[in-house]
């Protein structure tokens, strides 16, 4: 698990001095991917191998796990991952993983974005900017 703390380093912003916090450090890029639970659970319980879009993506490396707010009521999904509907965050980031690949499932219409080595942070974090549908930059766009 990641351990959220501070600790104050330069930026490149004319000397400026900022905190980042260890979940700064965790996704280098600091974009994130909105998935619904119970789904984000799933990938962080390394269940669930691919997230499926209907778009392609060249993204790779570590992301942000954001738990969209949209609800899923499938009681077989949640089983899955041991909860009910209802019971586990949303509108936060609860994690990160590594986006390492993307196929085309022709058969299902679909690309997979192929995930690796999900982290669950020891608490949720509540981005800063609003979400988006697929990814998006939740404590704004870093320079560089």
Known sequence: MTRIYTTTIMCNN??????????????ISGRAISIKQPFVEEI???????????RLTHIRGRVYLYASKGKINDVKRWKKVGHIPG???TGLII???EIVDCNCFDNLDCYGYKLKNPKRYKAPIKPKM??????FFPFGKRDG
Do not use: I, T, W
């Open 87 to 89: 019971n586990l965050p």
């Open 130 to 135: 609003k979400a988006q549908p697929c990814f």
């Open 44 to 54: 962080l319980q390394e269940k669930k191998k691919y997230e499926y879009r209907n």
């Open 14 to 27: 004319k000397d400026h001095m900022r905190k980042l916090e260890v979940h700064e450090k965790d996704v």
């Open 95 to 97: 994690g990160s993983v």
